[in-house]
């Protein structure tokens, strides 16, 4: 357990925000390593995997409702100096998981072949699919506790063990994928079937590792079976934290497809142009996003411990360090977005639509590090609904105008990108509203022991 409500904000907060860092790079490493591989089976293995893999994402932006809520609580107990509730915290969380994965798991297991039937009529692609899922299904299973482990220990302020646990996972998919996919070194060639082996294996090495900061006497979080099916006592705090962040996922999926529904008539150029601007928006935003993780641990151990000067501290740092980071972004996107367009396309109309998009998306980082310094600082306090209010007010500012617009002869996408940024603006200024009313309603109010106590 690391102590959090005392020393350099700063410091407490890049350190916690590396080791994010490395987890996203990570994670992105093992997707692309499963498709540098399945490439070498055929566009079907691909496709295959895409298929499997679409609904299987949206199944996984409901992890949130539970990694969420077990984070944010942990991290007040913690706080709070209260180790008890911390462990119940978990355990019933980890049970939560663990019972509805389960559940879900051995339902989609026995069904895998008529899955497979529905994402696609073509035959081959749909065996592809059912043969994948017969190690992908478990190891979708068992990412679940996972996350939930890995949560329960960034509230302790642990987030090295998530990161060495997507380190392991990574090197152990990058070494036997290719050994079981291709029968290389006397293993059993197994293909399709083998992507999903490796899969299972890595996930199954990242829950050994994770499992064993949860092994012995001296562990802050311990495990207590007798405690994941009992009565929950504190599960529905942590479901009513996590809801709104998996509402949220779903609204912004939704709101996405509402784009690429108006970019149609631009024809497939200005569809992958917004595909490969989006993800290189991304791939700039992640330290800001890692940035926003750390600060809900930090901001939560503090309103835990009752410290509201420093909850109030590590937002104004969290700003700090963002607007640090966000000028050099900006003028990467500004200075070399040709340069950078090209390494993912030769289409030269992709990449003239992609440098458009980049270079007005780009104002975006501004208003944007504001908005996750905003609600990570919210969601260390608990409250989760803000953010949630905020992205549904901001998506309807944007589609219904660009809706309208679209009907304009002159209507091109650079009006939806601007309508973009103006919508991100309006998200700043609600943010800003919402902690600055959280501050002045939970931290000028001393805040009631009875909300911390653990129950027996």
């Given amino acids: 357990m690391k102590d959090l409500t005392q020393g350099s904000m ?8 590396s080791a994010m860092i490395v987890n ?9 390593v499963n498709f540098f591989w399945l490439g070498k089976l055929g566009p079907k293995a691909q496709a295959a995997v895409a298929l499997a893999g679409s609904p299987i994402m949206i199944v996984l932006t409901l992890v949130p ?3 969420v809520g077990a984070r944010v609580l ?85 987030m090295r063990a998530s990161m060495l646990a997507q380190l392991v996972s990574v090197m152990v998919n990058l070494i036997v994928s ?35 900061y949860f092994i012995g006497k001296t562990d802050y979080l311990k495990f207590q079976p007798m405690r994941w099916f009992s009565k929950p006592l504190v599960l529905w705090r ?19 497809l509402l784009v690429l529904q108006l970019l149609r008539p631009f024809g497939p150029s200005e569809q992958a142009a917004m595909g490969i601007g989006q993800r290189l928006i991304q791939s700039a935003i992640m330290p800001i996003v890692a940035l926003s993780s750390a600060t809900s641990v930090v901001a939560g151990q503090n309103f835990g411990a009752k410290l509201g000067h420093r909850v109030r501290e590590c937002f104004r740092a969290s700003i700090t360090i963002g607007f640090i980071a966000t000028p050099l972004m900006f003028i990467v996107a500004q200075l070399f977005a040709q340069s950078i367009c090209k390494a993912f396309s030769d289409d ?36 989760t609904r803000a953010s949630l209010i905020t992205v549904i007010v901001s998506s309807i500012l944007m589609i219904v105008p ?13 009006w939806m990108w601007e309508l973009m940024l103006a919508s991100s603006i309006a998200e700043m200024i609600m943010g800003l509203t919402f902690i600055r009313a959280e501050f002045r309603k939970r931290l000028y109010v001393a805040q009631s022991p009875a909300a911390l106590e653990c129950p027996s």
């Avoid at 996919?181 to 090495?205: D, E, M, N, Q, R």
């Avoid at 942590?238 to 996405?256: D, R, W």
């Avoid at 990570?376 to 306090?381: A, C, E, R």
Wanted: charged share 5%; hydrophobic share 55%.
């Fill in 402 to 414: 660009a809706w309208a617009l679209s009907f304009h002869p002159d209507f091109n996408p650079s």
């Fill in 238 to 256: 942590a479901f009513k934290i996590g809801l709104p962040v998996g509402i949220q996922s779903a609204v912004l999926a939704c709101y996405m």
């Fill in 10 to 17: 700063i410091r407490q907060l890049l350190n916690l925000a």
């Fill in 24 to 32: 996203m790079i990570a994670g992105t490493l093992y997707t692309l």
């Fill in 65 to 67: 409702i539970i990694t």
């Fill in 348 to 383: 030269p109309q992709v990449v003239a639509n992609t440098v458009t998009y980049l270079r007005i998306m780009s104002f975006n980082l501004f208003p944007l590090t504001v908005i996750l310094s905003c609600f990570g600082t919210l969601t260390g306090l608990g409250n």
């Fill in 74 to 158: 942990i991290s007040q107990a913690v706080g709070a100096k209260d180790q008890a509730l911390a462990n119940r915290i978990f355990n019933e969380t980890f049970g939560a998981a663990v019972i509805l994965m389960a559940l879900a798991g051995c339902l989609a297991w026995i069904f895998r072949g008529t899955f497979g039937a529905l994402l696609t009529p073509d035959g081959e692609t749909s065996l592809l699919i059912t043969q994948l899922l017969l190690w992908y299904i478990p190891s979708i299973a068992i990412q679940v506790p996972s996350a939930v482990m890995g949560a329960a220990l960034g509230g302790t302020g642990n």
């Fill in 178 to 212: 290719p050994l079981v996919i291709f029968g290389w070194l006397g293993f059993p060639k197994l293909g399709i079937v083998g992507a999903g082996a490796a899969s299972f294996a890595s996930t199954l090495a990242a829950l050994a590792i994770l499992g064993f």
